[in-house]
């Protein structure tokens, strides 16, 4: 997906924008446990005053047309595409052979300013324009995890948007990018994956997310182009097919969770901030806040047993995660859980039992850490779920048997694994291969009342 191109080619291709950009323009309150997940490093926390080498600096107009040239190729796109240039914009003026030396030693290269603590990446890799763009898909979740670049965090990428909308708008038409989204049950009592079959198969999925609901039905949501669409898979395993559930077009991140009363909560993120959609026997009621302070990179929520409703967000800025709790009385307001500043995922799931169990993902070494809820307790504290260092991103969903299944995706394989936390401090399995395909992008997963579990899969 990622080809590499040369110093020299990616010259060639500063030029040949350069010249097609000339010829266009010439026709036209905290909470008393708050617990840090243990360590992480940040990657380009210094800034993004890059240094750039006197011979490569080109003009900033056929720049960004390089940086929108090599985000597309890399697999960026719609939204995510015109935030990948932005952001290139904002790190490095889109000059390819920019260098930042940071305070701690470290060193930023090319044009999205990648940290050396990624070594997996070469210095030559980094100072070639289309291996820089394949290295920032890789660390940005395929353009779903924006955390790790500070000119993100901090706004300052918003300045650059529409210098970076017209260089996305001079791109010849790409083809067309088929993303469809697979459904791959694992049967209870050992009976094994059924292997994936197409949930929904539309080709213009951006984000997906799914939640079993107490008759045994699934919903799964799809996000495409700012709009939300609800398909849910009846109990005899056909599916109903897509239906509009959030129709405002401006959506930019979804989660569902489903509660014991039958209702299921849709949130939805929209420039920072957070709104609560309730579907129950008598439609969808709209959607009001469940958290206004507009600064809410991530989410994830989670049903529990007592029918309240659990919001996660993490904070752009200072990678803070918070709890927010709908109750009978509406919402408690946010409180912190982890204030490391290190988190850059988060995943939540509830047990029968009344706990819940948040996973954090964070950067530099890619570890996931589980952190449990439990009533009248709170929280233990992060441990590690997953020390492999080849996380990039996470689902987790609770089972009826009070078991909990974490399911990762690798970064440069693109292979789904499963581990598992036994019940009654039965610990991890270790993870196992749950989809080996290595063509997977985001992944979503959920369970049913009779055990069986669903990983959705967006390809």
């Known amino acids: 997906m990622k080809k590499l191109v040369t110093m020299g080619r990616a010259a060639t291709m500063l030029a040949a924008v350069a010249a097609a950009a000339l010829v266009t323009a010439g026709s036209a309150t905290a909470s008393p446990v708050a617990v840090a997940s243990p360590v992480a490093v940040a990657p380009n926390t210094e800034g993004a005053a890059a240094a750039a080498h006197p011979s490569s600096v080109a003009a900033p107009f056929a720049a960004s047309d390089l ?14 595409l015109l935030i990948a240039v932005s952001v290139a914009l904002a790190e490095s003026s889109c000059n390819p052979s920019a260098e930042n030396h940071n305070t701690n030693g470290s060193t930023d290269y090319g044009l999205w300013q990648i940290n050396s603590i990624h070594n997996q990446y070469t210095v ?125 077009g401006h959506v930019s991140q979804i989660a569902i969770a489903s509660l014991p009363n039958g209702s299921l909560h849709l949130e939805t993120l929209n420039a920072g901030i957070v709104y609560d959609n309730v579907l129950t026997s008598q439609g969808w009621s709209g959607v009001s806040v469940s ?69 954090t993902h964070t950067s530099g070494n890619n570890y996931v850490w589980d952190n449990t809820w439990s009533p009248g307790t709170g929280w233990s504290g992060p441990s590690i779920a997953d020390g492999g260092g080849h996380v990039g991103q996470i689902a987790i969903t609770g089972m009826p048997d009070n078991s909990m299944h974490l399911e990762t995706l690798t970064t440069g394989n693109n292979v789904v694994w499963d581990n598992t936390l036994r019940a009654n401090g039965g610990g991890w399995t270790g993870p196992a291969v749950a989809d080996g395909g290595g063509h997977v992008i985001q992944i979503a997963v959920t369970s049913r009342p009779d055990g069986t579990m669903h990983l959705e899969t967006l390809t």
């Open 291 to 359: 958290d206004g302070g507009g600064h809410v990179a991530q989410m994830a929520i989670a049903g529990l047993n007592d029918n309240t409703l659990h919001l996660e967000t993490l904070t752009s800025g200072n990678n803070i995660v918070w709890d927010n709790v709908l109750g009978p009385n509406g919402w408690s307001g946010a409180k912190q859980v982890d204030n490391g500043g290190h988190v850059d995922q988060i995943a939540v799931a509830s047990l029968p039992n009344g706990t819940m169990h948040l996973e």
């Open 67 to 80: 940086c929108a040239q090599v985000a597309s190729a890399a697999g960026f796109s719609g939204n995510n």
């Open 124 to 248: 030559a890799c980094l100072l070639d324009a289309q291996c820089n763009a394949g290295a920032a898909w890789d660390i940005s979740s395929h353009g779903t995890n924006w955390n790790p670049w500070v000119t993100y965090t901090n706004g300052a990428y918003r300045s650059h948007e529409a210098e970076a909308q017209a260089a996305i708008d001079r791109l010849a038409p790409p083809p067309p990018v088929i993303q469809d989204v697979f459904d791959n049950d694992l049967r209870p009592n050992g009976g094994g994956w059924t292997g994936p079959a197409i949930s929904d198969g539309g080709g213009h999925v951006a984000q997906m997310a799914v939640a079993g609901m107490a008759d045994g039905t699934v919903h799964l949501e799809t996000l495409s182009n700012g709009i939300v669409y609800d398909n849910t898979r009846r109990t005899d395993g056909t599916w109903t097919g897509a239906s509009v559930s959030d129709g405002g």
